[in-house]
């Protein structure tokens, strides 16, 4: 089992830039494939980034490509997501979610067995 704690979000400018941090403690790291998820208010929690176990493998959404990046630090057992570009749409609680099947995971949420408690991304204009 593996628990997961998000930090970094934040309010900033639509522009602005943030970097959420996910760090993970118990069975080891490298061993999870880890995405990112957020959820608006009123919507369903929708996928936003993965990488692999090693952190070789990265995909995302339409939504964020060109703008989001995915990276995984195994040696600090963290995962980070850099944002940039923010746009009011971006704003949700974002979570990162840990995968312990060796198989790549869709982008579906049910992919995912373990789950931070999120952080608040809120961009104003």
């Given at each position: ?9 934040g ?15 118990g ?12 959820q ?14 090693s952190g070789?493998v ?6 964020v ?9 195994n ?7 850099q ?7 971006d704003?949700?609680v974002?979570y ?22 999120g952080?608040?991304?809120t961009?104003?204009?």
């Amino acid at each position: 089992q593996v628990q997961l704690v998000e930090s970094g979000g934040g309010l900033v400018q639509a522009g602005g830039s943030l970097r959420l941090s996910c760090a993970a403690s118990g069975r080891t790291f490298s061993d999870y494939h880890m995405g990112w998820f957020r959820q608006a208010p009123g919507k369903a929690r929708e996928f936003v980034a993965r990488i692999s176990r090693s952190g070789s493998v990265k995909s995302y959404a339409d939504s964020v490509k060109g703008r989001f990046t995915i990276s995984k630090d195994n040696a600090k057992n963290t995962v980070y997501l850099q944002i940039n570009s923010l746009k009011v749409e971006d704003t949700a609680v974002y979570y990162c979610a840990a995968a312990r099947s060796s198989l790549w995971p869709a982008v579906g949420a049910e992919e995912y067995d373990y789950w931070g408690q999120g952080t608040q991304v809120t961009v104003s204009e």
